[in-house]
């Protein structure tokens, strides 16, 4: 149990546009879900926190009209990173819980973003 | 706030032991977690402590005394494949999110033949 899938596991994308993050948990209810970037060789940063209906939570120091953040049912929610920069360029990872794993977080596989 | 201090880097050898300490400082603690991270990947959950003692799961045990603000992570046995980062985590209470959890920096550990 807890699988949680992420897509697409990696992006290139020219600089202005936006990409969007899936993060699915394929078999239990998510009431919570959490998105995280971490850059090379660094410890993961929360960016935000997303509950099931509602707006998501900010980290200090995150644009929420940079980030977007939807959690519309308790299997995804959803990252969309708008005109995206080189700077932008991370590994963006969700994690999950909720239901019988409300306790703690499962993480999907990440995905890799470039800006070019 | 929070406060997770854990070594940057450790190495060690294959079929050795090796423990990775933890300190924390939190005012609302809630449970303290420990999941491994390989170079390139999400990270995966390895334990969950939240009363003081020893859980043992295979090869991986996790130690914490709540009363010392202290985790350690035990690996035996090792292998070559256990070379990973390995991320202390704490969850305070007074977050409104039940499951929200703050991370340490990560130890680095490296296995060597």
């Known amino acids: 149990g807890a699988v949680v899938s992420q897509h697409p596991s990696w992006v290139i994308c020219k600089s202005g546009t936006s990409v969007k993050i899936e993060c699915r948990s394929l078999d239990f209810q998510a009431t919570t879900m959490f998105w995280y970037r971490q850059f090379p060789k660094q410890s993961l940063m929360l960016m935000a926190t997303s509950n099931e209906g509602s707006k998501a939570t900010y980290e200090q120091g995150v644009e929420k009209d940079k980030f977007l953040i939807n959690h519309a049912s308790l299997t995804l929610s959803t990252l969309t990173v708008t005109s995206a920069h080189p700077e932008d360029s991370s590994f963006y990872i969700c994690?999950?819980?909720?239901?019988?794993?409300?306790?703690?977080?499962?993480f999907g596989p990440g995905t890799r973003l470039l800006v070019l | 706030g929070q406060n997770i201090d854990q070594p940057t880097e450790m190495t060690a050898t294959e079929g050795a032991i090796v423990q990775i300490n933890c300190t924390y400082q939190t005012s609302g603690f809630n449970g303290l977690f420990w999941y491994q991270q390989h170079a390139g990947e999400a990270p995966t959950f390895l334990s969950y402590n939240v009363l003081d003692g020893l859980e043992e799961k295979g090869r991986f045990s996790s130690f914490l005394s709540r009363s010392k603000g202290y985790s350690y992570l035990l690996l035996k046995e090792l292998q070559m494949k256990d070379s990973a980062s390995y991320l202390c985590a704490v969850r305070d209470s007074r977050y409104s999110s039940a499951s929200k959890i703050i991370f340490g920096s990560g130890t680095r550990l490296s296995i060597r033949p």
């Open positions: 994690s999950a819980s909720g239901g019988a794993f409300f306790e703690t977080q499962y």
